[in-house]
């Protein structure tokens, strides 16, 4: 992993490249690197340690022009972030960039290395371009068919863009299990691993497909199946602004904007979905009330900030649809014997639809007897949209800081329409359908008042400047907030943070609570509020530093200065966990910005896991 740009054309594609490396920066890297082919037919490659600006910085000083070229951000995998591993990575006239893991790299490196190549890094990328090297100088054939012939010797999943210095009029791009689309254009064409980088030169695209081959021309595109054999693929248009990903705005922090966001992403996603009367998804076809009637069972599968959604949803799906739901993490599932119930219904939630275990879950889903699958997503285009039966997508807009936020939420909104649904096709009270519709609408008013709370919390946080513990606890459906609360507060201050449930203290978690140890409380005005006021006692009593997330009307008193109450508005019990999981996102953020982390980047951690 992690960021792929490459094209050919007929002007200087160095500035272009650097800029498509720019849009990328947000899925993640520790470090970066540009190839192209000058007009002598010679290999001019730079690679720096770190953010792309460095790299930027190192091509303007050697002025690189070039007509064809290959980019890459780099999340290590295989060696250290260091220079040498970054990529492009060469041998002699063949240059090449990848995302994903080749699994049997130290077999073709020990052969490799019989043969009398030389290696200089440590990554599993240097095999690809020597075999490619050692495969095309046996005899000299075209570069196609030596990937062709290259691809059945590596196993694992790959996305790989390959030049030849010898012709540089070519590129070849091969989808293995990695995402990567092309751009078309006006005598050039250009391949990446996002779009977002190809949307300031083109809104004309192909997604390649598992097992493709790509021949890119300036003037013409061949995609090729795994054996040779030439096929078609659509050609889609889109029309995005790629500036939007450079443009905090007023913020200081993409995650920041994108918290404050959530209002305004909640309404897109409602949009045309949710009336007065009823929750609409006409989107999935005329029949689909007659499918959703058919389905006795649910199984959630995801990663991740999507996993602790399709945890709050199994509530909604047993309490309002009465429909038994199961939720799995993605890389347990696909290696498990599992057993799949009658008229199971598969959801797959995936923020960018290219997350490398959740879509193998999806494509392992295909040999069971699943009733159907469901995509719950926020890329329309991406792999797991296009290979599911059916799709949601949840229309919250590009979402650039690697924590998610307003995703998490688009995607709860989804799924709570989605139990209403199949609620009120399951004989629903419609008293209680109104009551939950007039909540779903009024949630982004609620959350704008929340938001309102900010300055109280960015006081809060200034507690956890010395702390390097914490603890989340919630009873019920606010059980996977208190998971969420934690994973957000792990990824982007690195505190350590666990999440229980809050009866599960006295069965060893309690053991933990001390004067130094901050245990964040959800507690909402819900059934559950007295059981939990005993878990807090449980707490207080043995000297436990709390921080109380309540609604006003729950009889909380700040008694001694080891309890803090963050009192929040009112809001209804249906949708109070994806409001109570708005003062844990700010939480977070000012929790790592006191301690000056990289909070739209995280060390270790990419947007869009595409690898196993």
Known sequence: MCGIIAGVSQRDITKILLKGLMCLEYRGY??????????????????????????????????????????????????????????????????????????????????????????????????????????????????????LQTIPKMTGSFGIVVMDSRNPSLIIAVRKGNPLVIGCGKEENFVASDQLALLSISNKFIHLEEGDVAEIYSDKIKIFNIMGKIINRNKISLNVNCEITNNKGIYSHYMQKEIYDQPLAIKNTLKGRCNNKEIN?????????????????????????????????????????????????????????????????????????????????????????????????????????????LYLITKSGIEIGVASTKTFTSQLIVLLMLATKLGSLNGMNLELQYNIIKSIQILPHRIEQVLKKDKLIQLVAKDFLDKNHALFIGRGDHYPIAMEGA?????ISYIHAEAYAAGELKHGPLALIDNRMPVIVIAPNNELINKLKCNIEEIKTRGGLLYIFTDNNTGFIEKDRNMKIISLPYIENITAPIFYTIPLQLLSYYVALIKSRNIDQPRNLAKSVTVE
Do not use: M
Request: proline letters at 2%; glycine letters at 6%.
């Open 487 to 491: 994973l957000k507060l792990k990824e």
């Open 30 to 147: 520790d470090s970066s690197g540009l190839a192209i082919v000058d007009k002598y037919g010679h290999i001019k490659r730079l690679r720096c340690l770190g953010n792309v600006k460095k790299l930027k910085e190192a091509v303007e000083k050697d002025n690189l022009i070039g007509l064809i070229g290959l980019a890459h951000t780099r999340w290590a995998t295989h060696g250290i972030p260091s220079e040498i591993n970054a990529h492009p990575h060469l041998s002699d006239y063949i240059i090449v960039v990848h995302n994903g893991i080749i699994e049997n790299h130290e077999a073709l490196r020990k052969q490799l290395i019989s043969y009398g190549y030389v290696f200089s890094s440590e990554t599993d990328t240097e095999v690809i371009a020597h075999l490619l090297h050692f495969r095309q100088k046996q005899k000299d054939r075209p570069l196609l068919e030596v990937v």
């Open 281 to 389: 998804f006409s989107e999935l076809g005329v029949n689909i009330s007659a499918f959703l009637k058919k389905i006795e069972h649910i199984k959630v599968v995801a990663c991740g900030t999507s996993y602790n959604s399709g945890l709050v949803a199994r509530y909604w799906f047993e309490s309002l649809a009465r429909i038994p739901c199961d939720v799995e993490i993605a890389s347990e599932f696909r290696y498990r014997k599992f057993q799949v119930h009658r008229n199971s219904l598969l959801i797959v939630l995936s923020q960018s639809g290219e997350t490398a275990d959740t879509l193998a879950a999806l494509r392992l889903s295909k040999k069971f007897n699943f009733i159907g699958s469901l995509a719950i997503c926020n890329v329309l285009y991406s792999s797991i949209v296009r290979e599911s039966d």
